[in-house]
Nanobody, 122 residues
């Protein structure tokens, strides 16, 4: 079983910066892709950024050039550094990881963090 714990959300002014962190814990497991999703009030959840086990990132067009995703495999942690924040970035941000038991070959399962609120407002 894998648990994801997020931290770093809060209130920031437009143009400001904020960093999010998400760490996985539990029994022995392997992780492939890590990513961040967000859900604004009244809207569907959308992919913000994803990073592969090899460290290759991909971003939604809306955040490209402003957000940076990174990971620390030794600590089973994924980060999202957000800069030049806009009011439309306001949402609950969820981290996501695909994981399976260590040295097994079962299908990857999705695990989700509890969500952290990011509010961009004056």
């Amino acid at each position: 079983q894998v648990q994801l714990v997020e931290s770093g959300g809060g209130l920031v002014q437009p143009g400001g910066s904020l960093g999010l962190s998400c760490a996985a814990s539990g029994s022995s497991f392997s992780i492939s892709d890590m990513g961040w999703y967000r859900q604004a009030a009244g809207k569907q959840r959308e992919l913000v950024a994803v990073i592969t086990s090899g460290g290759m990132p991909n971003y939604a067009d809306s955040v490209k050039g402003r957000f940076t995703i990174s990971r620390d495999n030794a600590k089973n942690t994924v980060f999202l550094q957000m800069s030049s924040l806009k009011p439309e970035d306001t949402a609950v941000y969820y981290c996501n990881m695909k994981a399976r038991p260590y040295r097994s070959y079962v299908r990857w399962s999705d695990y989700w963090g509890q969500g952290t609120q990011v509010t961009v407002s004056s």
